[in-house]
């Protein structure tokens, strides 16, 4: 009876865990939920409960495991041949994709979003290109900004072109007109991935100065990294967001997040920071740079996370030219490159 008991367990949970997932994976569908996807969610969803009975009660427990994995399998291949694309009929924000072109050490950005905002959902839609010299590129600053507590952020690369300015780069889901973000939504390909390439007084001050529901607390970090380092992740940004403008990819709340992919593009660098849970925990990111000698040293944590704090600031420049020179104003203390 304890050996039935102790094979019965694993398999019961395997089966449950297969279960909500092909059933959530069948309600969301290929991006919206239908008629069919609820009627084809519920099926399996039965389905999956009569088999769990039968492998706790019934003598014929295999069969029902392995009639229910065979369904199963098929779910999973339906779910793996849903293919990305670049052809929705996308939210205004996330309607231009940035691509770039290189010549030499000159890198054209283009598409660069720089919207004026009236309201987070009410603003007029801009863009623009610009051409960036390699050689300029100091180093890079990380933005983290957070409205669920501490440990949940989107976190925001910025390259620093000294005097050409800044260039900010959010990774974020490519929403459809009324389709709404869910982390739950996330793991089952339902959003295509987008590299926001932006001004800063778009994608930093949307969510410092006009994101009130809920609102956002912005941090920014000053990294220490060296010029080399920051030349090689800026070109593999520039890589990657080319890719994504010939070939769409899946957003994924887990394994190609905001955090995730900004440390999988760090790994062009042999310095790069070794996997850490506070990776996955996206919030707990700037303290665990802190930790690796990856930001400013000359205070405690505490003191420079209170240092780093950019609101107040942010909205005080607002529309200013010098948006980012003004959000600057007190942020970490510059040291030499590492």
């Known amino acids: 009876m304890m050996k039935k008991l102790l094979i019965s367990i694993p398999l019961a949970l395997l089966l449950i865990t297969t279960s909500v997932w092909g059933t959530l994976a069948l309600y969301f569908g290929d991006s919206e939920t239908g008629l069919l996807q609820i009627c084809l969610a519920s099926a399996f969803g039965l389905f999956s409960f009569v088999a769990l009975i039968g492998l706790l009660r019934s003598r014929w427990r295999y069969r029902w495991l392995f009639g229910h994995m065979a369904v199963f399998m098929l779910v999973l291949l339906w779910w793996l041949n849903i293919s990305p694309s670049n052809d929705r009929d996308?939210?205004?924000?996330?309607?231009?994709?940035?691509?770039?072109?290189?010549?030499?050490?000159?890198?054209?950005?283009?598409?660069?979003?720089?919207?004026?905002?009236?309201?987070?959902?009410?603003?007029?839609?801009?863009?623009?290109?610009?051409?960036?010299?390699?050689?300029?590129?100091?180093?890079?600053?990380?933005?983290?900004?957070?409205?669920?507590?501490?440990?949940?952020?989107?976190?925001?690369?910025?390259?620093?072109?000294?005097?050409?300015?800044?260039?900010?780069?959010?990774?974020?889901?490519?929403?459809?007109?009324?389709?709404?973000?869910?982390?739950?939504?996330?793991?089952?390909?339902?959003?295509?991935?987008?590299?926001?390439?932006?001004?800063?007084?778009?994608?930093?001050?949307?969510?410092?100065?006009?994101?009130?529901?809920?609102?956002?607390?912005?941090?920014?970090?000053?990294?220490?990294?060296?010029?080399?380092?920051?030349?090689?992740?800026?070109?593999?940004?520039?890589?990657?967001?080319?890719?994504?403008h010939d070939k769409p990819t899946f957003y994924n709340t887990l394994l190609d997040n905001c955090t995730i992919a900004i440390w999988f593009r760090t790994m062009v660098n042999n310095e790069h920071l070794p996997f850490s849970w506070k990776i996955l925990v996206s919030g707990y990111l700037p303290e665990y740079l802190y930790e690796s000698k990856r930001i400013e040293q000359q205070k405690s944590f505490a003191e420079l996370q209170q240092q780093a704090h950019i609101n107040q600031r942010a909205q005080a420049a607002d529309k200013s030219a010098d948006f980012s020179k003004q959000i600057r104003a007190s942020s970490p203390i510059e040291q030499e490159p590492k």
């Open 90 to 244: 996308w939210q205004a924000d996330v309607s231009k994709l940035p691509f770039a072109t290189i010549d030499g050490n000159k890198v054209t950005m283009h598409n660069i979003r720089n919207f004026d905002y009236r309201s987070e959902f009410d603003y007029t839609p801009a863009y623009y290109d610009k051409t960036f010299d390699i050689d300029k590129l100091n180093g890079v600053d990380l933005f983290a900004f957070y409205w669920m507590g501490p440990a949940i952020a989107h976190t925001i690369l910025s390259f620093d072109f000294a005097d050409q300015g800044s260039l900010a780069v959010s990774i974020e889901t490519r929403k459809q007109n009324n389709e709404e973000y869910s982390t739950i939504k996330g793991f089952f390909r339902q959003y295509e991935l987008i590299y926001i390439v932006a001004d800063e007084r778009d994608v930093i001050r949307l969510r410092t100065n006009y994101r009130h529901n809920p609102p956002e607390d912005g941090y920014l970090y000053k990294g220490l990294g060296s010029q080399v380092n920051a030349q090689r992740l800026f070109l593999e940004y520039v890589k990657q967001i080319n890719e994504l």
